[in-house]
Structure formats: structure tokens, C-alpha cells
């Protein structure tokens, strides 16, 4: 089993609708990082949290440090958001290290 | 300006080859990582190097070998290639403080398809 389990691993969605991605993990962590891969392309960082809250546009990301469960979300969703979001976790290593430890990703794919 | 690029961008070889991929970044950062994607997407890393130094290793075979000549350069040299290689690569990189996590920014994936 996965350090760091993700759902769902498929979702199609209809453009406008409210999309939420799940994040789950079994380590100790010190940080999250949501990440989104475009078909064929690279890898770009959303969000980077350790507790709380963040938001940026119609992305809006949520960490439980107690739960150890992270919720991504997009609101208005459109074709443009269509990619691979995946949930990645810096584990509690200690020292100058940033290992990440990444989920099996969410292929989200938004019809107009 | 590309912030973490490396090339080449794709790269077909015969199975025994040895090759290379370089990768170069103009951040600034101290630490540079190479993960490589399956063909299932899934992410794992390979090394990290902070400042010339390897600091992470994950059980790669010693046909993976990683240069860091400086701390903005971070290639990796394949010895007698497998099928089992063909996987997309990433290079990475972020500004790491003691204790401290940062934003990783990826490279554009070096495909390597072995045939």
C-alpha cells in the first residue's frame, strides 16, 4: 500500500461543476504539496501547505494534520483544468533533506 | 526564462547504449532532484544533491549515475541501457532551509524510450 493515496484515480466532470480531489497518508509529514501535469507536459507546483488553508484563483487546497487528509478543490471548473493532479508529501526526515513522497495522481478531465 | 530545463526533451536508443540527460537550473536553488514517471505516471524519486553533495539515493542501480559539477547542474548518466528504463525523467529543483520545506520546480521530462 501507498504512502500516499489519492481519489479518485479517474473523474470527469462538466464544465462549471465543483471538483474536489482526495488526498490521504500514512507518515509523518511536514509538508503537502499539490502538483498538476498537463498531458505530454511538465509538472507544475500548486500549492505547498503544513496546515490550514490556501487559495489561488478557483484553486483552493486544505490540509487535517489530524486526520492526515488534504482536499483539493476547483471551483467553475473548465476544459483548461483537464490534467493529472497529483499529492505529494515531504515526510519527517529531519536535516536540510525534501524527499517527496508522491500519490498515484487524478486524472481529471473536463468536458464543455 | 526557463527556470529547471533539461534536454534532451526525448530520447530513443538502443537497449546496451549509454546515454546521458542534463539538466540545469537558473534559480538560484541548492538542491536538485531527478524522479523518474512510469508508465502508470507515478513519481518516484532517484537522487537529490545539495550543493555538489548526494544526499538522497532510493535504491537506484548503479548503472544510474548522477553528476553534479555545480550547484546548478544535476545530469544523469545511464549505463547499458534496459526496457525497463523507458520512463519519462524529471529534473528538480528547490531552495532547501534547515527544517524548512520549499516548492519544488520541475524541468519539462526527458522521455527516454529504449527499443
Known amino acids: 500500500k501507498n504512502e500516499v493515496e489519492q481519489s479518485p484515480q479517474n473523474l470527469t466532470a462538466q464544465e462549471g461543476e465543483f471538483i474536489t480531489i482526495n488526498c490521504s497518508y500514512s507518515?509523518?509529514?511536514?509538508?503537502l504539496h499539490w502538483l498538476q501535469q498537463h498531458p505530454g507536459g511538465g509538472i507544475v507546483s500548486l500549492f505547498m501547505?503544513?496546515?490550514g488553508k490556501k487559495k489561488h484563483g478557483r484553486l483552493i487546497a486544505t490540509i487535517n494534520i489530524q486526520e492526515k487528509h488534504s482536499s483539493l478543490h476547483i471551483t467553475a471548473s473548465h476544459p483548461r483544468d483537464s490534467a493529472v493532479y497529483i499529492c505529494?508529501?515531504?515526510?519527517?526526515?529531519?536535516?536540510?533533506?525534501?524527499?517527496?513522497?508522491f500519490g498515484t495522481g487524478t486524472l481529471l478531465a473536463v468536458q464543455p | 526564462d526557463t527556470a529547471v530545463s533539461q534536454t534532451p526533451k526525448y530520447l530513443v536508443t538502443q537497449m546496451g547504449n549509454d546515454k546521458s540527460i542534463k539538466c540545469e537550473q537558473n534559480?538560484?536553488?541548492?538542491?536538485m532532484y531527478w524522479y523518474k514517471q512510469d508508465s502508470k505516471k507515478f513519481l518516484k524519486i532517484m537522487f537529490s544533491?545539495?550543493?555538489?553533495?548526494?544526499?538522497i539515493n532510493e535504491t537506484v542501480p548503479n548503472r544510474f549515475s548522477p553528476k553534479s559539477p555545480d550547484k546548478a547542474h544535476l545530469n544523469l548518466h545511464i549505463n547499458s541501457l534496459e526496457l525497463g528504463d523507458s520512463a519519462v525523467y524529471f529534473c528538480?529543483?528547490?531552495?532547501?532551509?534547515?527544517?524548512?520545506?520549499?516548492?519544488?520546480?520541475f524541468g519539462d521530462g526527458t522521455r527516454l524510450s529504449i527499443l
Open positions: 528538480a529543483s528547490s531552495q532547501v532551509k534547515e527544517m524548512s520545506n520549499q516548492p519544488q520546480h
Open positions: 507518515v509523518g509529514i511536514s509538508a
Open positions: 501547505l503544513s496546515s
Open positions: 505529494a508529501v515531504n515526510g519527517n526526515y529531519g536535516g536540510a533533506t525534501n524527499k517527496l513522497i
Open positions: 534559480l538560484g536553488h541548492d538542491t
Open positions: 544533491y545539495n550543493n555538489k553533495e548526494l544526499i
